[in-house]
């Protein structure tokens, strides 16, 4: 089951694929709506149904190869889980193939992220998500995924921009000017113009991209763990990950907690386009275009 229901050997192989599609089930650490288990599978399955041929890019990025990986089945513990990861993520990355990766929760980011930065100089991480996800640790773990950008911003040292944030704790509130994150909330960005220039030029050379599908707004993807009113809406948060991919260097990406529910395919769809939406644009001048057969 390849995303985007590529069947050709060549587009699809692992040996001839340029980007990794790495399936995470997890949901471990939830905390309210439950699903994101199932959420990875549910998102390939509806990428099967898109047309591969990207309008914007005038391009079919899917012609680079794409391989989706063996589904990573959970561990028994959250720090099992997060070690495991790590060092799954050191492999695929060594490659020197795209990683994505599709959750599951948030929780599964940190690590992979880690990996990252151990393979790639100067890398900072481009957060889209309602959460701040800074706190030091929640229900009993700090590997939780309420706690991923603590781990990235004070653990790891990664500066972060977050953007689409209009949900945090008191704790955390308190804990941001001391660690290296620019926030751009939601309410200060939502329907205006030009703070996705930006938030792009708070970030490093490489950048890691989380995209937790809550942070854009429930009216467009109801089906995710905790959902918050007053999101992103679709075309900005296009045109923030178009502006980072042609200003900035994408290295590695993941897309987590869409909660899986029966008749969500519209949610589940999304995903899959965003993703799909995502590698046209980190890889806009590396494919042809389909109009001229220029590049």
Not at 114 to 130: G, R, Y
Not at 185 to 193: F, M
Not at 199 to 211: C, K, M, P, Q, R
Request: charge should be negative.
């Amino acid at each position: 089951m390849n995303f985007g229901g590529v069947a050709d050997e060549q587009l699809s192989s692992f040996d001839s694929s340029r980007i990794l599609i790495w399936p995470v089930s997890y949901e471990g650490t939830v905390s309210y709506g439950a699903g994101t288990g199932a959420g990875a599978r549910a998102v390939i399955e509806a990428s099967r149904n898109m047309e591969l041929y990207d309008e914007e890019t005038d391009a079919e990025v899917y012609r680079l190869g794409i391989h989706t990986l063996e589904e990573f089945a959970p561990l028994e513990t959250p720090a099992r889980m997060v070690e495991a990861l790590h060092q799954r993520a050191k492999d695929l990355i060594a490659t020197s193939k795209f990683l994505c990766m599709i959750g599951g929760e948030h929780s599964v980011s940190a690590p992979v992220v880690e990996a990252h930065a151990e393979k790639f100089d100067n890398l900072s991480v481009l957060q889209i998500d309602a959460h701040a996800d800074l706190r030091d640790e929640y229900d009993g773990t700090p590997y939780s995924h309420a706690c991923i950008m603590r781990r990235v911003t004070e653990d790891l040292k990664i500066p972060a921009v977050q953007c689409g944030i209009r949900s945090l704790s008191a704790d955390e509130a308190r804990a941001i000017k001391n660690l290296p994150t620019r926030i751009f909330w939601a309410k200060d960005i939502v329907g205006r113009e030009g703070w996705q220039q930006q938030a792009a030029s708070h970030l490093t050379e490489n950048v890691y991209l989380t995209i937790d599908i809550d942070g854009l707004d429930p009216s467009l993807v109801p089906h995710t763990g905790t959902p918050e009113p007053g999101g992103l809406g679709w075309y900005e948060t296009l045109e923030l990950i178009k502006t980072v991919a042609r200003t900035r260097r994408i290295v590695g990406m993941d897309l987590v907690e869409y909660a899986h529910a029966e008749g969500a395919d519209a949610s589940a769809f999304l995903c899959a386009k965003l993703i799909y939406k995502t590698l046209s644009y980190i890889y806009e001048n590396q494919t042809e275009r389909v109009r001229d057969g220029s590049k």
